[in-house]
């Protein structure tokens, strides 16, 4: 009996189910879109998995190889409230800049996270100099307590990296075998990065009340006998304390994993609320230009990007 968990009515628990003495993994496949020019593989949110602790939304950008005259992935000012942006850059150099006047290019190895809290907005931008991307850009829900806190950004240029039974694992976020990394968080989280040469196997201890996903990047690696595709989010619930993945020469994959949030989130265009109200109010202040966002330097208001009509009557 496979041990995949393909209907969606099962999937807003948060334990996936044990039969025959396995507990059972679910299989969300992405959806392809592109973003500022770049191809992208999106698993949340998805009508099968909405939430991952509180990780609310992850793309897969790239890899991508810019050719001719492309000017590779360019994000014009747009507005977030109630979220953290995570970038995590696997190649290629990207140029974050944001209403706070923050400037700073993301390079291979290093992690981005913008706070929005109540307010800010940003861009993104390949460097010329680096006609290549490849990059996991995740949202993290703020916790209603704090999602009107003050915006700010973060720039971590070294995470905590080690190697285990030839995998080469970097802590982008929350605390792992003994190791924590700096990044600021608002909720319990975590989130690996594993990267392999060799044929390899590891196992990696959990906490059993987080909820974990895995997102395998590049290769085809599997978890306790089952194998797992690339650019589709394997859900393994709560209730682990450790799991064991077989991973092929060549493979990337992304741990995230959580305290489940408990607390409804909506997510509509850029905006992560807790109500319909806060989202309403937010793109009305976008649309008019309002002071709530700022502007981002070196750019005019007919380059600001703009939201599609609200999908609910105000």
């Known amino acids: 009996m496979s041990n995949q968990i393909k209907d969606a009515a ?40 909405r939430l991952v602790g509180a990780w609310c939304f992850l793309d897969h950008a790239g890899p991508a190889v810019f050719k001719g005259n492309s000017r590779g992935m360019q994000v014009g000012p747009h507005p977030h409230i109630g979220l953290q942006t995570f970038t995590w850059m696997i190649a290629g150099e990207v140029l974050h800049r944001d209403s706070l006047g923050s400037e700073q290019v993301i390079r291979p190895g290093q992690v981005n996270l913008m706070t929005a ?6 861009t993104e931008q390949s460097l010329p100099e680096d006609p290549q991307l490849h990059a996991a850009q995740l949202w993290i829900a703020l916790p209603h307590a704090h999602r009107d806190t003050a915006p700010r950004f973060d720039h971590y240029p070294e995470l905590p990296t080690w190697q285990e039974e030839g995998v080469t694992l970097t802590l982008l976020v929350g605390e792992l075998a003994g190791r924590e990394a700096p990044t600021l968080t608002f909720s319990p989280l975590v989130g690996v990065d594993l990267a392999v040469e060799c044929e390899a196997t590891l196992t990696l ?54 305290e489940p949030l408990g607390e409804e989130v909506l997510i509509w265009w850029n905006f992560v609320g807790h109500s319909k109200a806060e989202i309403v109010e937010a793109q009305r202040e976008w649309e008019a230009g309002g002071e709530r966002f700022g502007r981002v330097a070196g750019f005019s208001d007919e380059e600001r990007l703009m939201p599609p009509p609200l999908p609910w009557r105000e």
């Open 10 to 49: 099962a999937s807003s628990s948060l334990d996936c189910p044990v039969v025959e003495g396995r507990r059972q993994v679910q299989h969300v496949p992405a959806r392809k879109a592109e973003v500022g020019g770049i191809p992208i593989h999106r698993v949340l949110p998805s009508r099968q998995r």
């Open 117 to 122: 809290g109540r307010g800010i907005s940003h």
């Open 205 to 258: 201890p959990l906490r059993p009340e987080f909820e974990y996903a895995l997102l395998p990047l590049e290769g085809a690696p599997s978890l306790e006998g089952e194998a797992l595709a690339v650019d589709e989010l394997a859900y393994l619930g709560r209730g682990r304390d450790a799991m064991t993945l077989a991973l092929p020469a060549g493979a990337r994959v992304l741990l995230i994993g959580g």
